[in-house]
């Protein structure tokens, strides 16, 4: 009964009927006995005594699970580990253990594997291991799904990488989807905050109702109260109709609500009576309005700092933080860096009808280099580098200048090594380099850094103060 019932559950966890299970084993009796009760259990088995044999059904055959013992002759275990790891990618691998090679079962944890099991086992162990390797199974094919969806979807073309960072990132938007919780995004400009929202609206159940970006660091705070709550004929100087808010619009969609930290105090509270009792009064009106939306914010300030410096309520961060999503800086995920480029060369050659790559000395430039922009600032820099040259291979020399200007002194440095560069600094370099090459345009800066107006503004009065 109890085998039943187990079976019943991994094909349900699994959402197919069959999953193919390769053990590798030089104990005949353990190989059996793991054989015996994993077809039980309802699974298709391959069984073998040695790693080049398993290598061999790798080939031919699609393997879901591998349980792989550490001790196998020819080849030791954590050797076999990195061989079906490379040629499976996608399998769930768990070790086989004798009690004297755990700590050699954690190292080979560490190397990719999912869990293990020590010899000697019962059913009922063996039965655990393999239903936590079918539910990961089945994340690791949600994650991957979330991910190609995210890709596929117009305006998510942005949102790529393979890092752990990214993979958690993955999985927290995945949850985050499935809720009409309000969710507070924070990272740096340039990371991707408002690609993040759109992801979080369009994979959950509302993805056919609206989604609205607001800016909320470029509008005056008149504009932006008459936006989110609208106003009614007369309630100003030019108000001459009726004008629904959009947060009454995006009826049964999402309203995501950029730098918010730079709300002004005052509609804080409006803001937060709107999200608690789910209704707004237009400018002008005494006739409260019934909403049903969800609020996306993001901002790149610290919200508990401004909290305690008394710039943003209290009340306000708590309800909005309700689920906190933080987007890691380009700087902490650079494995990333060579798929982005690859992406953004990728489009580019569809929009402009030709082919072109990326020099091994600037892409060893683009990863030395430490992105206070992050990547839109990369972007941006790929798109230069196209427009600038000729050549179907874009080489260091079409590189910004203020990038190569920052790497220059890691280059030229004592023979004690690089000199090491405070992030601030290359920062400045990048915004005040931008502004001189672009001729004193700050909008334009701006832009092409990939960060925001007001905080060009407020870093450019930062320098100014330091003289």
Not at 442 to 448: F, I, N, R, Y
Request: include cysteine; hydrophobic fraction near 40%; charge should be neutral.
């Amino acid at each position: 009964m109890q085998s039943s019932q187990t079976t019943m559950r991994i094909r349900e966890v699994s959402g197919i009927n069959v999953l193919n299970v390769l053990i590798i084993d030089d104990e005949a009796a353990v190989r059996e006995s793991c054989r015996e009760a994993a077809e039980l259990l309802g699974f298709r088995v391959f069984a073998v005594d040695a790693a080049e044999q398993a290598y061999k059904i790798l080939e031919s055959q699609s393997i879901d699970i591998i349980l792989l013992d550490l001790r196998l002759p020819g080849a030791s275990g954590l050797e076999a580990l990195r061989e079906v790891k490379a040629r499976r990618p996608e399998s769930v691998v768990a070790i086989i253990t004798g009690y004297a090679t755990v700590p050699s079962a954690v190292q080979a944890m560490k190397q990719g594997a999912f869990d293990y099991i020590t010899k000697p086992f019962n059913l009922d162990e063996l039965r655990n291991l393999l239903e936590r390797a079918t539910v990961e199974l089945k994340n690791t094919a949600q994650r991957r799904a979330l991910r190609e969806t995210l890709r596929s979807k117009q305006g998510f073309s942005s949102l790529v990488g393979k890092s752990p960072e990214m993979e958690r990132l993955y999985r927290i938007i995945s949850k985050a989807a499935q809720s009409t919780h309000p969710v507070l995004i924070v990272g740096e400009s340039g990371t991707g905050k408002e690609l993040v929202a759109r992801c979080i609206h369009f994979t959950g159940p509302n993805r056919d109702k609206p989604f609205i970006p607001v800016d909320c660091g470029s509008l005056v705070p008149t504009l932006i109260e008459s936006e989110l709550f609208g106003y009614m004929k007369g309630a100003f100087t030019g108000a001459t109709r009726n004008k629904d808010g959009l947060l009454s619009i995006a009826n049964g969609g999402t309203v995501f609500l950029d730098e918010i930290g730079e709300l002004p105090i005052d509609l804080q509270s409006k803001l937060l009576r709107a999200i608690q009792e789910r209704e707004i009064r237009p400018v002008g009106s005494t006739k409260a309005i019934p909403i049903d939306v969800r609020i996306l914010a993001a901002t790149n300030r610290d919200l508990e700092a401004a909290v305690a410096e008394g710039d943003f309520r209290r009340d306000l961060y708590f309800r909005l933080n309700v689920l906190a999503l933080k987007i890691p800086p380009l700087r902490d995920r650079k494995q990333d860096i060579p798929h982005l480029v690859e992406h953004f060369l990728e489009r580019l050659s569809r929009t402009n009808g030709a082919r072109r790559s990326l020099s091994e000395d600037a892409l060893q430039a683009l990863l030395e280099y430490e992105w206070p922009g992050n990547v839109r600032e990369l972007e941006n820099c790929i798109e230069r580098a196209w427009a600038m040259s000729s050549n179907s291979n874009l080489n260091m020399t079409d590189l910004p200048t203020y990038i190569r200007n920052a790497l220059a002194p890691a280059k030229t440095g004592s023979s004690e090594g690089p000199k090491i560069i405070p992030l601030a600094d290359l920062e400045k370099a990048a915004i005040l380099g931008a502004i001189e090459q672009l001729r004193g345009d700050k909008l334009l800066a701006a832009k092409m850094l990939g960060i925001g107006k007001t905080t060009l503004y407020r870093k450019l009065k930062e320098y100014a103060s330091q003289f």
